[in-house]
């Protein structure tokens, strides 16, 4: 309703951050890969609705079921898809490093599906924490891969705050009935779930550094995801946000988040709000386009990327 005026496989108003990235880049919108009849030359995006880090047979391995949509694709799914594309790219090894350095890759792991999955199959955020390091473990061997293959420059997300997500806390909200000593006072989110997002982001740039002493070449991007949200909530007439930061755009119910389950966006009877530029977010996990501009506006510029994307993409 914000941008392309028409459905456009986004879950959001407009543009998401790979979207902004690709303007800032003089390239079309990212083609998805899955919609076979496209050509991939200036890009391709791999990614699905609901995809998770780790592979779908560790959900069933460790007995996490969710109430969730069961569909799963991991990153090793991407990665396969990945090595389907590389023929219509490249032929040899050289010719293939060769194009790939020239090449952005993102690796994201960006609306946390692997943790939202152990939630909603009734982990408590202390087992879920036990997962963290497979998570990034698994992240970071994709990264190795894709460096191995030629990749030169790395984007890496880091993990939103899962405490300030709509749907979360009006879930939580149901469950422990409004426990004030839960939430952080100065955002509102639930503290737990938020501490959560930071064991991985501490976790995944251990990872990170070790990965740059063992590819001293290769530029691999930390890109924040965490302060930048937590800075749209504590600070939301700063970006221009006039909407209260934890009420969905496109939601139902009213209350405090607007969100209720089961009748999420996009499901008969749900509206969106009139001017989704307000608002932080726009259906209780994923974010607006206005949130999403100024976060890849910061990857691209800093300071929420370790180097910022136009630095490392450009020396």
């Known amino acids: ?47 699905v609705v609901g995809a998770t880090a780790l592979h779908e047979t560790f959900f069933m391995q460790h007995n996490i079921t969710t109430f969730e949509h069961p569909f799963y694709r991991s990153l090793s799914s991407q990665l396969k898809w990945f090595e389907e594309l590389k023929p219509s790219l ?7 490093k060769d194009y790939f350095s020239r090449s952005l890759f993102i690796v994201g792991q960006i609306e946390g599906n692997d ?10 955020v202390e087992q879920t924490m036990s997962y963290v390091s497979t998570i990034i473990q698994t992240i970071a061997g994709t990264i ?15 993990q939103i705050p899962l405490g300030c997500l709509p749907m979360r806390l009006a879930i939580f909200d149901l ?17 737990k779930y938020n501490s959560l997002s930071r064991s991985h982001n501490s976790l995944l740039l251990e990872a990170i550094k070790k990965l740059r002493l063992k590819y001293p070449h290769a530029k691999i991007i930390y890109a ?38 089961p009748r999420l966006c996009g499901t008969p009877g749900v509206t969106a709000c009139k001017n989704p530029l307000t608002y932080v977010n726009w259906d209780g996990r994923r974010l607006t386009e206005a949130s999403y501009r100024y976060v890849s506006n910061s990857w691209l510029k800093g300071p929420y990327a370790d180097p910022p994307i136009l630095d490392a993409h450009t020396n």
């Open 115 to 124: 943790y939202n999955y152990m939630f909603s199959g009734l982990l408590s």
């Open 224 to 261: 924040d995801f965490y302060k930048p949200v937590i800075n749209f909530i504590r600070f939301p007439h700063h970006f221009g946000f006039t909407s209260k930061p934890l009420v969905v755009c496109c939601g139902i119910g009213g209350g405090k988040y607007n969100w209720e389950q």
């Open 175 to 191: 469950w422990k009935r409004n426990d004030s000593s839960t939430y952080d006072p100065k955002t509102g989110c639930i503290e």
């Open 1 to 47: 309703m914000t941008f392309f005026h028409r459905p456009s496989k986004r879950y959001s108003d407009g543009r998401l951050i790979v979207d902004f990235l690709a303007e800032e880049f003089g390239l079309p919108y990212l083609k998805l890969y899955l919609d076979k009849n496209n050509s991939f030359r200036q890009g391709a995006n791999f990614a």
């Open 144 to 158: 190795k891969e894709l460096i191995d293959q030629g990749a030169r420059t790395v984007v890496v997300p880091g």
């Open 90 to 96: 490249c032929q040899t090894t050289k010719e293939c």
